[in-house]
Nanobody, 127 residues
Framework: QVQLVESGGGLVQAGGSLGLSCAAS????????MGWFRQAPGKEREFVAHIIWTGGSTYYANSVKGRFTISRDNAKSTVYLQMNSLKPEDTAVYYC????????????????????WGQGTQVTVSS
């Protein structure tokens, strides 16, 4: 079965940077788009970024556009999220997700469209 394991979370000061990784296993990684969501305490889970299976298209939430970068390494079956210029409001548990269907250019921002989720990694940005 599909497994997603995030790493790289931690505590950082506002204005700093942090990089997250998500290692995938259980199917051919290169055929599927990947994404990131986050959930802050008391808030709903929200979309952060997505990258299609070819890596040729990315999509970001407005709140992170220009500060976060999603990328993938198909040889390592890993998707990354580089987060720069972090703000206290970026504090959340960050989750990696994988597309349900292969070879699709769809980039859904809805959590209910994703079956496969990682366990999450905590990112805390202090002011």
């Amino acid at each position: 079965q599909v497994q997603l394991v995030e790493s790289g979370g931690g505590l950082v000061q506002a204005g700093g940077s942090l990089g997250l990784s998500c290692a995938a296993s259980g199917r051919t990684f290169a055929r599927y788009g990947m994404g990131w969501f986050r959930q802050a305490p008391g808030k709903e889970r929200e979309f952060v970024a997505h990258i299609i299976w070819t890596g040729g298209s990315t999509y970001y939430a407005n709140s992170v556009k220009g500060r976060f970068t999603i990328s993938r390494d198909n040889a390592k079956s890993t998707v990354y999220l580089q987060m720069n210029s972090l703000k206290p409001e970026d504090t959340a548990v960050y989750y990696c997700v994988a597309d349900n269907r292969p070879f699709t250019a769809a980039q859904s921002t809805r959590p209910e469209d994703y079956t496969y989720w990682g366990q999450g990694t905590q990112v805390t940005v202090s002011s």
